[in-house]
C-alpha cells in the first residue's frame, strides 16, 4: 500500500532540493536522509515541516527512526484498545514528501530496530520472532519462541528491545501473569532466559540507542511496586537501580550512549543515576523525548479535554548540566506545530490515542511525531538545538 500526502507537505524549494544532491545518493551512501535535508534546508534558511494523513492505519504502538537509511517504522497491532492495520508501516521520503508502505503481520505486537539498523525484529501472538530485511522490506526469517512470548496487548512502549551485543529481548510465557526476560541472539540463532523475579504483566522496556543499557520494568500490577531494573553491555546481569526507581508506561528514554535518560516523562538522570534536573509537572504533556546526544529534552504539549482549540507547542529544555547542582531543567525555548498528531480524547477505549510517539534524528535537527491522525515531521530551530 502506498500513500502520498502531497497537499499536507510544505515543500522545499527546487533550488534547495537540488542541492542536496538526491535522496538515492544520500540514502545509497548510508546517510542519515532525513537529518541531511532538514539540516541542509535549515542552513539554507528554510524550515521543513511536512505531514501525511496516517487516520487510516489505526493507533501506533512503536516508533522506530532508521538513521542509515532514514526511513520510520511503526507497529499498528490489533489488540486490547488498539484498532490497527496488523501491519508494520514504513514512512519514507524522497526529499519532497513522505509516502508510506506495510507490511502485514497477523498478530503483530511490536517492533525494534536493531542498533546498527541490520535489521528489523517483530513479534506476533503465536510466539514468532520474525526479523525484516530493511532494504525489500520483507520477512527474511521467523523464529518460534520455545518458551513464548508474553505481551500485554495495549499500546504500552516498549515491549521488545534490542541490545548492543545482537539480542533481543522480550518478555517470556504466554498470557499476562508471571513472566522472565527471554531474548533471541542474531548471532546464534537461539532463545534463552533471564530470571525476573517480579515480571507479573509485564516487563516493559527503553535502550539505548546504542544498546549499551537496557531498562525494565518489572510489573504494573503488584503493590508495592518492586524496584526498575537495568542491565549494561548486554552481560545478561539484572541489576537494581540504586534511587528507588519503580515503574515507566511511556515517556522513557535514553540517549544514544545511555549516559543521560528521561524517565516518565519527569526527570533527567545521568548514566550513575544522580538527577540532573526535573521537567514541569504539567497535564497537558503529550510526548517527552530526550534527544540522542542527550544534551536536549522535548516535550509535546496540548490540551486534550474539553479539546482546546490551541495549537501544540514543542518545549525545548537543557540537559547538560552535571547531576546534583540543579532541580529544575532551563527552557531554552519552545515552537508551535500546524497539526494535532493525535486525536484529543482520554475516554475509553481511546485513552491511549493521545499520547504519540515521538523521536529525534541522530543529529539534533529533526523532530518526528506519530499519532493516530498524522506524521509530522519537523526541523528543531537551530537556536533551540545548541548553544
Known amino acids: 500500500m ?20 538526491g535522496v538515492a545518493a544520500l540514502r545509497s551512501s548510508g546517510a542519515d536522509v532525513s ?8 542552513s539554507d534558511g528554510v524550515v521543513v515541516y511536512r505531514t501525511l494523513d496516517t487516520s487510516a492505519f489505526g493507533m501506533p504502538r512503536t516508533l522506530v527512526y532508521d538513521a542509515v537509511h532514514g526511513d520510520i517504522y511503526a507497529s499498528y497491532p490489533t489488540t486490547y484498545e488498539s484498532i490497527g492495520l496488523s501491519a508494520i508501516v514504513r514512512f519514507r ?37 520474525h526479523l525484516i530485511d530493511l532494504a525489500t522490506f520483507s520477512v527474511k526469517s521467523t523464529h ?3 518458551f513464548g512470548i508474553g505481551d500485554q496487548g495495549s499500546n504500552i512502549e516498549v515491549a521488545i528491545a534490542f541490545a548492543g551485543d545482537g539480542k533481543l529481548w522480550m518478555p517470556s510465557g504466554e498470557g499476562y501473569n508471571w513472566h522472565n526476560l527471554g531474548f533471541f541472539d542474531l548471532r546464534t540463532q537461539a532463545f534463552g532466559t533471564v530470571a525476573c523475579p ?12 546504542d544498546g549499551s543499557r537496557l531498562m525494565v520494568t518489572q510489573t ?12 549494561d553491555g548486554g552481560d545478561g546481569v539484572l541489576r537494581t537501580n540504586p534511587v528507588g526507581l519503580d515503574f515507566f508506561y511511556w515517556m522513557t528514554s535514553l540517549s544514544d550512549d545511555g549516559n543521560r535518560f528521561l524517565f516518565s516523562g519527569e526527570t533527567v538522570y545521568d548514566r550513575a543515576f544522580g538527577t540532573v534536573g526535573t521537567l514541569p509537572l504539567v497535564n497537558d504533556m503529550r510526548a517527552a523525548r530526550i534527544s540522542p546526544d542527550g544534551r536536549r529534552a522535548y516535550t509535546l504539549n496540548y490540551v486534550v479535554e474539553p479539546g482546546s482549540p490551541a495549537l501544540p507547542v514543542v518545549r525545548a529544555f537543557d540537559t547538560t548540566p552535571s547531576a546534583g547542582t540543579r532541580v529544575n531543567l532551563s527552557q531554552i525555548g519552545s515552537f508551535t506545530l500546524a497539526d494535532f498528531p493525535a486525536c484529543q480524547a482520554s475516554t475509553y477505549p481511546k485513552y491511549s490515542c493521545y499520547r504519540p510517539r515521538m523521536q529525534v534524528s541522530k543529529d539534533g535537527t529533526t523532530l518526528m511525531i506519530l499519532g493516530d491522525k498524522k506524521l509530522i515531521v519537523a526541523t528543531i530551530p537551530k537556536a533551540l538545538r545548541r548553544y
Open 220 to 231: 504494573a500490577g503488584l503493590t508495592p511496586r518492586p524496584p526498575m531494573l537495568y542491565m
Open 144 to 146: 518460534i519462541a520455545p
Open 198 to 209: 517480579m515480571c507479573y504483566s509485564g516487563p516493559y522496556f527503553a535502550v539505548s540507542g
Open 2 to 21: 502506498e500513500k502520498e500526502d502531497a497537499a499536507d507537505a510544505t515543500q522545499l524549494s527546487a533550488g534547495a532540493a537540488d542541492s542536496l544532491g
Open 93 to 129: 521520503t524522497n526529499g519532497m514528501n513522505w509516502t508510506s508502505t506495510s507490511l502485514s503481520l497477523p498478530g503483530l505486537q511490536d517492533i525494534a530496530l536493531a542498533p546498527d539498523a541490520s535489521v528489523l525484529a517483530a513479534t506476533d501472538g503465536s510466539n514468532q520472532v
Open 35 to 42: 537529518a541531511a535535508l532538514a539540516q541542509r534546508a535549515a
